[in-house]
């Protein structure tokens, strides 16, 4: 069996069989580190990659970033973050995750009850599935310094609160109910 594998692999398209983009991120992410070293709290600006990337921190001499000497973003979301706005940029994204996943996990546990709305946790599920996919696509791409990118984390941001709002008025009214039922019992 390992023969017919081997057989199939050799058949395959360089790009397929090798190890394809994963060297150009290594090499990439390594410049980033070194730009970051230089630029520890400030980072380097918004949008400033490409320029410091070309002007300081590309080895013309390596195939590997010549690939790659136009890219706008360093492909990790923490060395994005941190290259574009600095420490305290990071620290705001680890803020608004926590924030996120804590409110995603709160609305879970809050709609899972009895009487709890269905169709309000599957969709705070949904959030916090695309969430986490945001964050693993962030390992090794862009995820948010795009307009339409940023405008999705947001919407989900938002989305996650009305869904807190509305299952916040669900139990507000499903109170009221119950409390009108039990005068209604107390009166006949």
Excluded: K
């Amino acid at each position: 069996m390992p023969t017919a594998s081997f057989r199939a692999e050799s058949h395959l398209p360089a790009r397929l069989s090798g190890l394809g983009s994963g060297t150009i991120r290594l090499a990439l992410w390594n410049s980033s580190l070194h730009m970051l070293a230089d630029h520890p709290l400030s980072g380097v600006g918004m949008d400033q990659f490409l320029n410091q990337f070309q002007a300081h921190y590309m080895d013309p001499n390596n195939p590997q970033q010549r690939e790659e000497s136009y890219t706008s973003h360093p492909h990790n979301i923490i060395l994005d973050y941190w290259l574009s706005l600095g420490i305290m940029g990071v620290l705001i994204l680890l803020w608004l995750l926590w924030r996120y996943f804590r409110e995603a996990f709160l609305l879970q546990q809050f709609t899972s009850g009895v009487g709890g709305d269905a169709v309000i946790r599957a969709i705070s599920l949904g959030l916090l599935a695309s969430m986490v996919d945001v964050l693993v696509h962030g390992l090794v791409d862009n995820s948010y310094f795009l307009m339409d990118l940023a405008m999705i984390f947001w919407l989900s941001c938002g989305l996650l609160q009305l869904g807190r709002q509305l299952s916040a008025t669900t139990s507000y009214q499903q109170q009221a109910r119950e409390r009108a039922n039990s005068r209604e019992l107390i009166a006949s």
